[in-house]
């Protein structure tokens, strides 16, 4: 798996910055090279960092991130994803 930064909150928490959480899931999930995440690459994302229910809540972040509806996360997206994954998600996205 590509690099995570290794700090961490006191609430256990993984903190990065949006840029780092976008290098993390394109460089370790982007499995076709094409520069957006598909939902099927973030169910990946999220069973193989130990998500529980990882097709419910990767299609929860979907929904959530997917603001025009194309089926995949694109660059102008990816801040609507971290912010979803700042709440709901074992990680703390800094600014």
């Given at each position: 798996?590509?690099?995570?930064?290794?700090?961490?909150?006191s609430d256990g928490k993984r903190v990065m910055t949006v840029e780092q959480f976008r290098r993390w899931l394109m460089t370790a999930f982007d499995a076709n090279?094409?520069?957006r995440i598909s939902k099927?690459?973030?169910?990946?994302a999220v069973r193989l960092t130990g998500g529980l229910?990882?097709?419910w809540n990767s299609g929860l972040a979907f929904r959530s991130a997917d603001a025009n509806q194309d089926g995949f996360i694109d660059e102008?997206?990816?801040?609507?994803?971290a912010q979803f994954a700042d709440k709901h998600f074992n990680v703390k996205i800094t600014r």
């Open positions: 798996m590509a690099f995570i930064e290794r700090n961490v909150s090279g094409d520069g099927s690459e973030l169910r990946r229910f990882a097709s102008n997206e990816f801040r609507n994803l």
